[in-house]
Nanobody
Framework: QLRLVESGGGSVQPGGSLRLSCVLS????????IGWFRQAPGKEREGVSC????????YYRDAVKGRFTISRDPAKNTVYLQMNNLKREETAVYYC?????????????????????????WGQGAQVTVSS
């Protein structure tokens, strides 16, 4: 059974930084696309970044380009999301999700579509609060 565990959430002032971690257990990271999603109160879930681990290809939603960086450590079976210059409106629960696929579809869709996702496996979420 695949399991995803996020950590690294917390509170930060506007303009601050946080790094989220997503540890995958039960399989090898290389087989998966891993996406980072967020859901703010009263809003639909949206993908912010994604990585196709088989190829190392990364994807970002336009709103976070230049501020967020997704990376991986295969030795730790972990994917990270470095978030810089955070904004108040980015307060949300952040989730990592996994899909066992090499297709570019899942990551492409994740960072363009709002509301739906085809990823099969989800973590429990990490709260990120951006407030002064």
């Amino acid at each position: 059974q695949l399991r995803l565990v996020e950590s690294g959430g917390g509170s930060v002032q506007p303009g601050g930084s946080l790094r989220l971690s997503c540890v995958l257990s039960g399989d090898t990271l290389d087989h998966y696309a891993i996406g980072w999603f967020r859901q703010a109160p009263g809003k639909e879930r949206e993908g912010v970044s994604c990585i196709r681990n088989t190829y190392g290809q990364t994807y970002y939603r336009d709103a976070v380009k230049g501020r967020f960086t997704i990376s991986r450590d295969p030795a730790k079976n972990t994917v990270y999301l470095q978030m810089n210059n955070l904004k108040r409106e980015e307060t949300a629960v952040y989730y990592c999700a996994a899909e066992r696929s090499t297709s570019p579809y899942y990551c492409s869709a994740a960072v363009q579509i709002v509301g739906g996702s085809d990823f099969d496996y989800w973590g429990q979420g990490a709260q990120v609060t951006v407030s002064s």
